[in-house]
């Protein structure tokens, strides 16, 4: 625990199929200000993201055609493979001046080891260790396969609160009531004592079982890859595993990234045991919330019959259709309900109930009465919080987390949550990076724009020559299709609201209750919930 220094391990930043072009595209990783681009070996670097000239945000560049990266401002152009400012524009001509600033240290910018492992790019944040980074090696469970289905959300709330939350299962039927069936408060159940293997520096592993009566002859392990992995799996009787790969990258203080991807493995043939009713749900999860990752035994047949096919005919013709599926079908998990319910909870506590113990004002810092370890501002004396408690006395013995004791949210909402336009963001937290789901809101908001704009004056157009000629009975159909037109284009224009934010009110039925980021306030009888996701739990 020692020689642990937090700059000097492997982070997952970006899957490659979300990395357009050549970039650059912008990165915070542990605070650095980072951008990641192409060079003209087709490698993808990472270089310092600020300008040695003037400071400016190499991010607002572009890579020129010799493959470097060059700054907007005043067009200085930089080499991938070291970072060495290769060509000054104002310099031209002038031999002192280039001897100052071309391929010296003064102008070069830093440079970060980069890999890619299973269709994810890992960066290295310390720029003077790139031996090490060689030496070392990201942790990528071996279950994922070859090419896993990844998905990108940036969450308001630090690493170490999201770290935590991983590590505990009990939080699920009470937090996450009816999202998944049989998640409610009534069907849990006090866990049994957890088997907890200390790996060193490369993490811990955790063994446990249920917690719910549906799910009592669970066997799940979660091992922590460090730095910043969750891999966790969800076995039952009948042979069926759900897998759930997370990786909680430390942006900032106060912030993560939640890369995510999943598998499931059906039964065997005639399997069945009490519990597979209940697991339905996570296998929903992984088939449809959570973007299905590599699917180790085929859980179903592949879709067949007319509309199947011309489907496929259509995506094969033409392959921006095949984006917008596929970011139609990441509208879901934007939709979904576990990852904002887990927002909403882990914001507050982030910003506003951590620091009020760590100052004092709720209480002092005190050592579990069950668990060794150093004091903590929770109170943790049950099974169920024991890999809690032991993963704050691993943090402990690595300086606290990757920013210490300052990692956390306060400071940015100055002592508050973050608001729900900030926790329900679909922008920031993931539609901006993700190309297929930018290909869907366009198609989605062009359609609605056509309607509104063509379709139901071309169709009222239709509707006035019908009754200039006396055909008012005719004249009906274009009437009624005109309003179809008008309907449709406001439901679509939801839709494409949809992808941009969560925080608009939603009326329930004749109610009228508002859904916000944990759900419809009224009774547990009527408990609706709703909103985004910006990761899922397993729970």
């Given at each position: 625990?020692?020689?642990?220094?937090?700059?000097?391990?492997?982070?997952?930043?970006?899957?490659?199929?979300?990395?357009?072009?050549?970039?650059?595209?912008?990165?915070?990783?542990?605070?650095?200000?980072?951008?990641?681009?192409?060079?003209?070996?087709?490698?993808?670097?990472?270089?310092?993201?600020?300008?040695?000239?003037?400071?400016?945000?190499?991010?607002?560049?572009?890579?020129?055609?010799?493959?470097?990266?060059?700054?907007?401002?005043?067009?200085?152009?930089?080499?991938?493979?070291?970072?060495?400012?290769?060509?000054?524009?104002?310099?031209?001509?002038?031999?002192?001046?280039?001897?100052?600033?071309?391929?010296?240290?003064?102008?070069?910018?830093?440079?970060?080891?980069?890999?890619?492992?299973?269709?994810?790019l890992f960066v290295w944040p310390d720029a003077d260790s790139a031996a090490l980074a060689g030496k070392s090696e990201p942790f990528m469970a071996e279950e994922m396969g070859e090419a896993p289905d990844w998905n990108v959300f940036d969450a308001p709330a630090s690493w170490r609160v999201w770290m935590e939350q991983t590590w505990d299962p009990?939080?699920?039927?009470?937090?996450?009531?009816?999202?998944?069936?049989?998640?409610?408060?009534?069907?849990?159940?006090?866990?049994?004592?957890?088997?907890?293997?200390?790996?060193?520096?490369?993490?811990?592993?955790?063994?446990?079982?249920?917690?719910?009566?549906?799910?009592?002859?669970?066997?799940?392990?979660?091992?922590f890859g460090a730095p910043c992995a969750n891999f966790s799996t969800y076995g039952y009787p009948d042979g069926r595993e759900v897998g759930f790969h997370f990786y909680f990258v430390p942006t900032e203080a106060g912030r993560v990234r939640q890369i995510t991807t999943s598998y499931f493995r059906p039964a065997t043939a005639g399997g069945k045991?009490?519990?597979?009713?209940?697991?339905?749900?996570?296998?929903?999860?992984?088939?449809?919330?959570?973007?299905?990752?590599?699917?180790?035994?085929?859980?179903?047949?592949?879709?067949?019959?007319?509309?199947?096919?011309?489907?496929?005919?259509?995506?094969?013709?033409?392959?921006?259709?095949?984006?917008?599926?596929?970011?139609?079908?990441?509208?879901?998990?934007?939709?979904?309900?576990?990852?904002?319910?887990?927002?909403?909870?882990?914001?507050?506590?982030?910003?506003?109930?951590?620091?009020?113990?760590?100052?004092?004002?709720?209480?002092?810092?005190?050592?579990?009465?069950?668990?060794?370890?150093?004091?903590?501002?929770?109170?943790?004396?049950?099974?169920?919080?024991?890999?809690?408690?032991?993963?704050?006395?691993?943090?402990?013995?690595?300086?606290?987390?990757?920013?210490?004791?300052?990692?956390?949210?306060?400071?940015?909402?100055?002592?508050?949550?973050?608001?729900?336009?900030?926790?329900?963001?679909?922008?920031?937290?993931?539609?901006?990076?993700?190309?297929?789901?930018?290909?869907?809101?366009?198609?989605?908001?062009?359609?609605?724009?056509?309607?509104?704009?063509?379709?139901?004056?071309?169709?009222?157009?239709?509707?006035?020559?019908?009754?200039?000629?006396?055909?008012?009975?005719?004249?009906?159909?274009?009437?009624?299709?005109?309003?179809?037109?008008?309907?449709?284009?406001?439901?679509?224009?939801?839709?494409?609201?949809?992808?941009?934010?969560?925080?608009?009110?939603?009326?329930?039925?004749?109610?009228?209750?508002?859904?916000?980021?944990?759900?419809?306030?009224?009774?547990?009888?009527?408990?609706?919930?709703?909103?985004?996701?910006?990761?899922?739990?397993?729970?």
């Amino acid at each position: 625990a020692g020689t642990w220094d937090w700059a000097k391990q492997w982070y997952p930043v970006m899957p490659l199929s979300m990395l357009e072009g050549d970039g650059p595209v912008p990165l915070t990783l542990l605070g650095k200000t980072l951008v990641l681009w192409r060079d003209d070996l087709g490698t993808w670097r990472c270089t310092d993201g600020i300008c040695r000239h003037r400071l400016a945000p190499l991010a607002l560049g572009r890579v020129n055609a010799q493959g470097q990266l060059m700054c907007r401002y005043h067009g200085w152009c930089f080499r991938g493979s070291d970072g060495a400012c290769v060509k000054v524009p104002m310099a031209q001509g002038d031999a002192g001046a280039e001897a100052v600033l071309l391929n010296t240290p003064l102008t070069a910018l830093g440079t970060y080891p980069t890999q890619v492992k299973k269709g994810l790019l890992f960066v290295w944040p310390d720029a003077d260790s790139a031996a090490l980074a060689g030496k070392s090696e990201p942790f990528m469970a071996e279950e994922m396969g070859e090419a896993p289905d990844w998905n990108v959300f940036d969450a308001p709330a630090s690493w170490r609160v999201w770290m935590e939350q991983t590590w505990d299962p009990s939080h699920a039927p009470f937090l996450h009531q009816f999202t998944l069936p049989s998640f409610a408060p009534e069907n849990a159940k006090a866990m049994e004592p957890f088997v907890i293997q200390d790996l060193g520096n490369k993490g811990m592993q955790c063994d446990h079982g249920g917690y719910m009566t549906s799910n009592m002859d669970l066997k799940a392990r979660r091992v922590f890859g460090a730095p910043c992995a969750n891999f966790s799996t969800y076995g039952y009787p009948d042979g069926r595993e759900v897998g759930f790969h997370f990786y909680f990258v430390p942006t900032e203080a106060g912030r993560v990234r939640q890369i995510t991807t999943s598998y499931f493995r059906p039964a065997t043939a005639g399997g069945k045991d009490a519990s597979q009713d209940a697991v339905k749900g996570n296998q929903l999860t992984v088939s449809t919330v959570v973007p299905r990752g590599r699917i180790l035994e085929s859980a179903a047949a592949p879709k067949t019959g007319i509309v199947a096919g011309v489907l496929a005919r259509a995506e094969r013709r033409w392959p921006e259709f095949a984006k917008v599926r596929r970011g139609l079908n990441k509208l879901k998990i934007l939709r979904g309900r576990l990852g904002d319910q887990d927002n909403a909870i882990l914001s507050f506590q982030d910003s506003v109930g951590l620091p009020s113990v760590q100052s004092g004002r709720l209480r002092q810092p005190a050592p579990s009465r069950r668990y060794p370890g150093p004091p903590s501002e929770y109170v943790l004396e049950t099974n169920a919080d024991a890999h809690v408690a032991r993963f704050g006395a691993w943090l402990a013995e690595r300086g606290g987390g990757p920013f210490g004791s300052d990692d956390g949210a306060g400071s940015l909402h100055g002592g508050k949550p973050p608001g729900e336009a900030e926790l329900m963001n679909r922008w920031e937290a993931h539609t901006k990076f993700a190309p297929d789901t930018r290909a869907a809101l366009d198609f989605v908001a062009g359609a609605a724009a056509r309607l509104e704009t063509v379709g139901a004056p071309s169709l009222l157009a239709a509707t006035g020559v019908c009754l200039a000629f006396g055909a008012v009975q005719l004249a009906s159909v274009p009437a009624l299709a005109a309003a179809g037109a008008l309907y449709a284009s406001a439901r679509l224009k939801r839709v494409a609201q949809d992808f941009v934010s969560g925080a608009a009110a939603r009326a329930d039925g004749a109610r009228g209750e508002v859904v916000g980021p944990l759900g419809a306030i009224g009774t547990s009888a009527n408990f609706k919930l709703g909103g985004p996701s910006t990761a899922l739990n397993p729970g």
